[in-house]
C-alpha cells in the first residue's frame, strides 16, 4: 500500500477539503483528515488525529501535515502514544497545508517512501519561498543541481498547452526552473509565469533542476521541449506563421483598417461587449482558512471540468492549477475567495497583457475566461455573452475561446476586437467555425454609436461603418452569396462522392476530440478515417485508466452515430510527447521506440487502451490500427494483442463489440515497399502520408532546413505510392490516405487515380475535396508515374 498521509488543521472543513483536493490527484493514497474538535468546534484533536494515523498508516508509514503550530504539539503527542516500530514510520512536515498535501499525494501515489513522501512536501515550501526542514536527513538528501541548455524548436515556442505540459512533467520529488541569458529563472511550475516570459522558436534557454529526481526531470523537461511539443513547424490554420506587431488602427472617412483574425463577410448592428469586471467586491469578516478551503475545492472542480473540454479546455485547466496564481489569490483571502481569486486573476492578465509578446497578450483572455470558470464554481457568475445576439458585429477587448461559439450559438455575425492576434485561441476557434473576426481596432470605434450598421471583412481586416445603403447592400448579397456556396458545399457533401466516370471515394475526417468529432459531422465526413487518440491523453495530468479511455471514447463515437471510425492506438514519441509518459527524444525519436514499438515495449498500456476501445465499440463501428509497422511480426503482435483483449473483456463478461477489421498505418518506406508481407494479417493500411514523405526523403518534420524536401509530389513518394498500392490491389487490402496529401485538391484526385478509395482529412476540408471529386474523371487503369 502506498504511503499514507493525515491532515491536521484547526478547521474540520479545512482539514476535509485540502484531503478531498489531495485524493483528487492520488486516489490510490490513504489521505485522512483530522480537523477541529470531537465536537466540531475550532482546535485539534489528540483522539481524531490518532484515529487518522491508524487508518492512514497501512505498514509503510504515514505523512502528517499540519496548519498552525498548536497543531504540531498536537500532532507530536498522538504520535508519541504509538508503538515504537510505528513512530518510526511516521513523518511530521512543516510545509504549505494545501500544497503540501497534493505534492506529498502525487509523490505516495507513485510510490515513493515514506521519507520521499515527505521531502515532496519540503519541495513544495521550497518552490512556495519556504525552507526545507533544516538538519533533517531527508531533506538535507533532496538537494541534487543539474542545468541543461536546449533549444525551443516549434515556432510558436511555450504558450499555455507547451508550457501545461512542463509544468506535469516535473514531478513530485524535482523543482525545474526556466531562464534566457540575463534574466532571473522562473519555477516552470507556474504556467502563467512561462508564459508571460514569451519563450518563442529559436530561443535557447537554461534548465535548472533540484530535488531528489533532478536528472530525470530535466531529461522529461528537456525531451518536452526538443520534441517541439508535436507542433514544431506549425501554425495556427490559416494564420501567419508568427504574428508581428499590431497596427495602429485608426478610422479614416468610415473605413477602418486593422488586422485580418477570421476570413469571412457581415454586414450588422455594431454592439459592444461589456467587460469582464475588473475586482469583485471584498466579504467583510471572512476566516482566510474556510475561503481557502472553498477555493480549493473551486478550483478542483472547474480544472475537473475543464479537463474534459478538449484541447482548450485542458490549456485553462493548467491555468487554474497555477501555483504562482493561487499564491496571489491565497494573499487576499481575508476578502473571501471570490475578490481574491479574481483580483489574482485579473493581476495575471494584466502582466500578461503588458508583456510586450503578442502571443503573451493573446493569452490574457484565456486567463480571464478560466478564471471565471472558478468563479462560477464559487456562485460568482461573471458571464458577458448576451442570450441573444442576433444580426450584431460584436465590439470587444478581446474574447475567450470559449464565447466565441456562444456568440454564435447567439445569432453574432462576427467581431471586432480592440486586442487580439492571430495565434490568440479564441482566433484559431472562429477560423474552425468560420466566424469572420476583425483584430488589433484598439479604440477607434469606441465612439461610434452603439446599433450603426458596419460591413466587417475579416480576409482583409476592414471594418466599413455606416456605408451608403447601396454599399451595404452589395456586401449583403457578397456575404450572402458566400454562406449560400458554403452552405451548399456542405449539403452536397452530406451524400457520399462518387466521381463523374462512377468510381466511389469514402471522404473521411481526421479527429482527436469531440469538438472535433461534431465538426466532422457538420461538414459531411462519410467516416473518421483516423481518431488520434494520443490528443485524448497528451494534455492531462496523470495516464487515464481504462474507465476513463473508454468513456473518453464512447462521447466521441456517440456523435459520430453508425459513420465507421478507425481508431488508431497511442502513438507515442516522435514529434507526439506525453509527458504522464517515459518518452523522450533520444529512446522515442523519430527512428526509435515509437508508436507500435514503445506500446509492445509497455504490454499493459496497449491491453487496457485495446480493452478501452472495444468497450466502448459496443453499439459502434469501429476498425483498429496500429502506428508505425515496419515488418509483419509487429502486425501479427498487435493482431494478438486485439484478440487477447477482446478475449479477457469476454471472459469478464463486459460488454463490448469486435473491431470490423484491424489495420496498419504505412508510414515506413520498408512497409510500403514490401507491403505484400501484410497479406492475411493486416485488413486495411492507412497511409499517413507526413511521416512517409519524411522518411522517404530523410528530412525530419521539425527542422526548417529541410521542410523543402518535405514534398508530397515528389516522384519518389509517387512511386512508392504506386508500389504500395499495386500490391495492396494484388493482395485484396484497402488503401486510405490520412495525410495532409488527401486534402490537397492537387493530390487528392492523383490518389484515387492510383486506387486509394478513402482520403481522410481535417473536417474544414471535406466539403471542397467532395465537390472536387464528384467532377473528377478516373480513366480506367490510371496510374500518375
Same mark, same amino acid.
Given at each position: 500500500?502506498?504511503?499514507?498521509?493525515?491532515?491536521?488543521?484547526?478547521?474540520?472543513?479545512?482539514?476535509?477539503?485540502?484531503?478531498?483536493?489531495?485524493?483528487?490527484?492520488?486516489?490510490?493514497?490513504?489521505?485522512?483528515?483530522?480537523?477541529?474538535?470531537?465536537?466540531?468546534?475550532?482546535?485539534?484533536?489528540?483522539?481524531?488525529?490518532?484515529?487518522?494515523?491508524?487508518?492512514a498508516? &497501512?505498514g509503510?508509514?504515514?505523512?502528517?501535515?499540519?496548519?498552525?503550530?498548536?497543531? +504540531?504539539?498536537?500532532?507530536?503527542?498522538a504520535?508519541?502514544?504509538?508503538?515504537?516500530?510505528?513512530?518510526?514510520?511516521?513523518?511530521?512536515?512543516?510545509?504549505?497545508?494545501?500544497?503540501?498535501?497534493?505534492?506529498?499525494?502525487?509523490?505516495?501515489?507513485?510510490?515513493?517512501?515514506?521519507?520521499?513522501?515527505?521531502?515532496?512536501?519540503?519541495?513544495?515550501?521550497?518552490?512556495?519561498?519556504?525552507?526545507?526542514?533544516?538538519?533533517? =536527513?531527508?531533506?538535507?538528501?533532496?538537494?541534487?543541481?543539474?542545468?541543461?541548455?536546449?533549444?525551443?524548436?516549434?515556432?510558436?515556442?511555450?504558450?499555455?498547452?507547451?508550457?501545461?505540459?512542463?509544468?506535469?512533467?516535473?514531478?513530485?520529488?524535482?523543482?525545474?526552473?526556466?531562464?534566457?541569458?540575463?534574466?532571473?529563472?522562473?519555477?516552470?511550475?507556474?504556467?502563467?509565469?512561462?508564459?508571460?516570459?514569451?519563450?518563442?522558436?529559436?530561443?535557447?534557454?537554461?534548465?535548472?533542476?533540484?530535488g531528489?529526481?533532478?536528472?530525470?526531470?530535466?531529461?522529461?523537461? /528537456?525531451?518536452?521541449? &526538443? @520534441?517541439?511539443?508535436?507542433?514544431?513547424?506549425?501554425?495556427?490554420?490559416?494564420a501567419?506563421?508568427?504574428?508581428?506587431?499590431?497596427?495602429?488602427?485608426a478610422?479614416?472617412?468610415?473605413?477602418?483598417?486593422?488586422?485580418?483574425?477570421?476570413?469571412?463577410?457581415?454586414?450588422?448592428?455594431?454592439?459592444?461587449?461589456?467587460?469582464?469586471?475588473?475586482?469583485?467586491?471584498?466579504?467583510?469578516?471572512?476566516?482566510?482558512?474556510?475561503?481557502?478551503?472553498?477555493?480549493?475545492?473551486?478550483v478542483?472542480? /472547474?480544472?475537473?471540468?475543464?479537463?474534459?473540454?478538449?484541447?482548450?479546455?485542458?490549456?485553462?485547466?493548467?491555468?487554474?492549477?497555477?501555483?504562482?496564481?493561487?499564491?496571489?489569490?491565497?494573499?487576499?483571502?481575508?476578502?473571501?475567495?471570490?475578490?481574491?481569486?479574481?483580483?489574482?486573476?485579473?493581476?495575471?492578465?494584466?502582466?500578461? @497583457?503588458?508583456?510586450?509578446?503578442?502571443?503573451?497578450?493573446?493569452?490574457?483572455?484565456?486567463?480571464?475566461?478560466?478564471?471565471?470558470?472558478?468563479?462560477?464554481?464559487?456562485?460568482?457568475?461573471?458571464?458577458?455573452?448576451?442570450?441573444?445576439?442576433?444580426?450584431?458585429?460584436?465590439?470587444?477587448?478581446?474574447?475567450?475561446?470559449?464565447?466565441?461559439?456562444?456568440?454564435?450559438?447567439?445569432?453574432?455575425?462576427?467581431?471586432?476586437?480592440?486586442?487580439?492576434?492571430?495565434?490568440a485561441?479564441?482566433?484559431?476557434?472562429?477560423?474552425?467555425?468560420?466566424?469572420?473576426?476583425?483584430?488589433?481596432?484598439?479604440?477607434?470605434?469606441?465612439?461610434?454609436?452603439?446599433?450603426?450598421?458596419?460591413?466587417?471583412?475579416?480576409?482583409?481586416?476592414?471594418?466599413?461603418?455606416d456605408?451608403?445603403?447601396?454599399?451595404?447592400?452589395?456586401?449583403?448579397?457578397?456575404?450572402?452569396?458566400?454562406? *449560400?456556396?458554403?452552405?451548399?458545399?456542405?449539403?452536397?457533401?452530406?451524400?457520399?462522392?462518387?466521381?463523374?466516370? @462512377?468510381?466511389?471515394?469514402?471522404?473521411?475526417?481526421?479527429?482527436?476530440?469531440?469538438?472535433?468529432?461534431?465538426?466532422?459531422?457538420?461538414?459531411g465526413?462519410?467516416?473518421?478515417?483516423?481518431?488520434?487518440t494520443?490528443l485524448?491523453?497528451?494534455?492531462? =495530468?496523470?495516464?487515464p485508466?481504462?474507465?476513463?479511455?473508454?468513456?473518453?471514447?464512447? /462521447?466521441?463515437?456517440?456523435?459520430?452515430?453508425?459513420?465507421?471510425?478507425?481508431?488508431?492506438?497511442?502513438?507515442?514519441?516522435?514529434?507526439?510527447?506525453?509527458?504522464?509518459?517515459?518518452?523522450?527524444?533520444?529512446?522515442?525519436?523519430?527512428?526509435?521506440?515509437?508508436?507500435?514499438?514503445?506500446?509492445?515495449?509497455?504490454?499493459?498500456?496497449?491491453?487496457?487502451?485495446?480493452?478501452?476501445i472495444?468497450?466502448?465499440?459496443?453499439?459502434?463501428?469501429?476498425?483498429?490500427?496500429?502506428?508505425?509497422?515496419?515488418?509483419?511480426?509487429?502486425?501479427?503482435?498487435?493482431?494478438?494483442?486485439?484478440?487477447?483483449?477482446? /478475449?479477457? +473483456?469476454?471472459?469478464?463478461?463486459?460488454?463490448?463489440?469486435?473491431?470490423?477489421?484491424?489495420?496498419?498505418?504505412?508510414?515506413?518506406?520498408? *512497409?510500403?515497399?514490401y507491403?505484400?508481407?501484410?497479406?492475411?494479417?493486416?485488413?486495411?493500411?492507412?497511409?499517413?502520408?507526413?511521416?512517409?514523405?519524411?522518411?522517404?526523403?530523410?528530412?525530419?518534420?521539425?527542422?526548417?532546413?529541410? &521542410?523543402?524536401?518535405?514534398?508530397?509530389?515528389?516522384?519518389?513518394?509517387?512511386?512508392?505510392?504506386?508500389?504500395?498500392?499495386?500490391?495492396?490491389a494484388?493482395?485484396?487490402?484497402?488503401?486510405?490516405?490520412?495525410?495532409?496529401?488527401?486534402a490537397?485538391?492537387?493530390?487528392?484526385?492523383?490518389?484515387?487515380?492510383?486506387?486509394?478509395?478513402e482520403?481522410?482529412?481535417?473536417?474544414?476540408?471535406?466539403?471542397?475535396?467532395?465537390?472536387?471529386?464528384?467532377?473528377?474523371?478516373?480513366?480506367?487503369?490510371?496510374?500518375v508515374?
Open positions: 500500500m502506498p504511503v499514507g498521509l493525515v491532515i491536521v488543521s484547526h478547521s474540520r472543513d479545512v482539514a476535509v477539503g485540502t484531503a478531498e483536493l489531495a485524493g483528487q490527484m492520488a486516489p490510490s493514497v490513504a489521505i485522512r483528515p483530522a480537523g477541529g474538535m470531537d465536537d466540531g468546534a475550532v482546535g485539534t484533536s489528540f483522539e481524531l488525529i490518532a484515529a487518522a494515523l491508524d487508518e498508516d &497501512a509503510d508509514g504515514a505523512v502528517v501535515l499540519y496548519d498552525l503550530g498548536s497543531a +504540531l504539539l498536537t500532532a507530536e503527542t504520535v508519541e502514544f504509538l508503538e515504537p516500530d510505528r513512530q518510526g514510520r511516521v513523518r511530521i512536515v512543516d510545509a504549505p497545508l494545501v500544497e503540501g498535501a497534493i505534492a506529498a499525494a502525487v509523490a505516495a501515489d507513485g510510490g515513493a517512501d515514506v521519507d520521499a513522501v515527505a521531502g515532496a512536501a519540503r519541495e513544495a515550501a521550497a518552490a512556495w519561498g519556504g525552507d526545507a526542514a533544516a538538519g533533517d =536527513p531527508a531533506a538535507d538528501a533532496v538537494p541534487v543541481d543539474a542545468t541543461r541548455d536546449v533549444e525551443i524548436v516549434n515556432p510558436l515556442g511555450l504558450h499555455a498547452r507547451p508550457a501545461a505540459e512542463v509544468a506535469r512533467a516535473v514531478g513530485a520529488d524535482a523543482r525545474v526552473t526556466v531562464s534566457r541569458e540575463g534574466e532571473d529563472p522562473v519555477d516552470v511550475a507556474s504556467v502563467l509565469a512561462v508564459v508571460g516570459r514569451a519563450y518563442r522558436g529559436g530561443d535557447r534557454v537554461t534548465l535548472a533542476a533540484s531528489a529526481g533532478a536528472i530525470d526531470a530535466l531529461d522529461r523537461v /528537456a525531451s518536452l521541449i &526538443a @520534441g517541439g511539443f508535436g507542433e514544431a513547424g506549425d501554425a495556427a490554420p490559416g501567419p506563421a508568427a504574428a508581428g506587431p499590431a497596427p495602429v488602427s478610422l479614416r472617412d468610415g473605413r477602418l483598417e486593422a488586422a485580418a483574425g477570421s476570413p469571412g463577410l457581415a454586414v450588422g448592428a455594431l454592439t459592444p461587449l461589456a467587460g469582464l469586471p475588473d475586482a469583485l467586491p471584498a466579504q467583510d469578516g471572512a476566516e482566510p482558512d474556510a475561503e481557502r478551503a472553498r477555493l480549493d475545492e473551486a478542483a472542480r /472547474a480544472a475537473a471540468a475543464l479537463d474534459g473540454m478538449g484541447e482548450f479546455g485542458r490549456a485553462h485547466a493548467a491555468i487554474v492549477r497555477d501555483p504562482a496564481l493561487r499564491a496571489d489569490a491565497d494573499a487576499a483571502l481575508g476578502g473571501g475567495a471570490a475578490h481574491a481569486w479574481w483580483t489574482a486573476v485579473q493581476h495575471a492578465a494584466r502582466t500578461l @497583457g503588458g508583456a510586450g509578446d503578442d502571443l503573451a497578450a493573446a493569452r490574457a483572455a484565456d486567463v480571464r475566461e478560466a478564471g471565471a470558470a472558478v468563479l462560477e464554481q464559487l456562485g460568482e457568475a461573471v458571464d458577458r455573452v448576451p442570450g441573444d445576439a442576433t444580426g450584431t458585429v460584436i465590439l470587444a477587448d478581446d474574447l475567450g475561446p470559449a464565447e466565441v461559439p456562444r456568440l454564435v450559438d447567439a445569432g453574432a455575425l462576427a467581431a471586432v476586437l480592440r486586442g487580439g492576434s492571430p495565434t485561441h479564441a482566433t484559431i476557434v472562429a477560423r474552425g467555425l468560420g466566424f469572420p473576426l476583425v483584430l488589433a481596432a484598439g479604440g477607434a470605434l469606441d465612439d461610434v454609436e452603439p446599433g450603426t450598421l458596419v460591413v466587417l471583412d475579416g480576409q482583409d481586416g476592414t471594418v466599413r461603418v456605408p451608403p445603403r447601396d454599399e451595404a447592400e452589395r456586401a449583403r448579397v457578397r456575404a450572402g452569396e458566400a454562406e *449560400a456556396e458554403a452552405a451548399r458545399l456542405r449539403e452536397e457533401a452530406r451524400r457520399p462522392v462518387v466521381t463523374a466516370d @462512377g468510381t466511389p471515394v469514402v471522404v473521411a475526417a481526421n479527429i482527436g476530440s469531440v469538438e472535433d468529432a461534431r465538426a466532422a459531422v457538420a461538414n465526413a462519410d467516416a473518421v478515417g483516423l481518431l488520434r494520443e485524448l491523453v497528451l494534455d492531462l =495530468p496523470e495516464y485508466d481504462e474507465d476513463r479511455q473508454a468513456a473518453d471514447l464512447a /462521447a466521441i463515437f456517440d456523435v459520430l452515430g453508425d459513420r465507421p471510425v478507425t481508431v488508431r492506438v497511442l502513438d507515442a514519441g516522435g514529434d507526439k510527447p506525453v509527458a504522464t509518459l517515459d518518452v523522450g527524444p533520444e529512446h522515442n525519436g523519430f527512428l526509435g521506440v515509437r508508436g507500435l514499438r514503445y506500446l509492445m515495449e509497455h504490454p499493459d498500456l496497449l491491453g487496457t487502451q485495446l480493452r478501452a472495444l468497450r466502448a465499440a459496443d453499439g459502434h463501428r469501429v476498425s483498429v490500427m496500429a502506428p508505425m509497422v515496419t515488418v509483419r511480426a509487429e502486425a501479427e503482435a498487435f493482431r494478438a494483442a486485439v484478440d487477447d483483449a477482446a /478475449a479477457s +473483456l469476454r471472459d469478464e463478461g463486459v460488454a463490448f463489440a469486435a473491431p470490423e477489421a484491424v489495420g496498419i498505418m504505412v508510414e515506413v518506406p520498408a *512497409a510500403a515497399l507491403a505484400d508481407q501484410f497479406a492475411g494479417v493486416a485488413d486495411f493500411f492507412s497511409v499517413g502520408s507526413n511521416d512517409l514523405t519524411s522518411y522517404l526523403m530523410a528530412a525530419e518534420r521539425t527542422e526548417p532546413g529541410v &521542410a523543402s524536401l518535405l514534398d508530397p509530389a515528389s516522384p519518389a513518394v509517387g512511386r512508392v505510392l504506386d508500389t504500395l498500392c499495386a500490391a495492396a494484388e493482395a485484396g487490402i484497402e488503401v486510405a490516405v490520412c495525410g495532409e496529401m488527401a490537397d485538391p492537387d493530390r487528392a484526385v492523383e490518389l484515387v487515380a492510383r486506387g486509394v478509395r482520403l481522410s482529412m481535417a473536417p474544414a476540408r471535406i466539403p471542397a475535396i467532395k465537390s472536387l471529386l464528384r467532377e473528377a474523371r478516373i480513366p480506367p487503369g490510371a496510374s508515374h
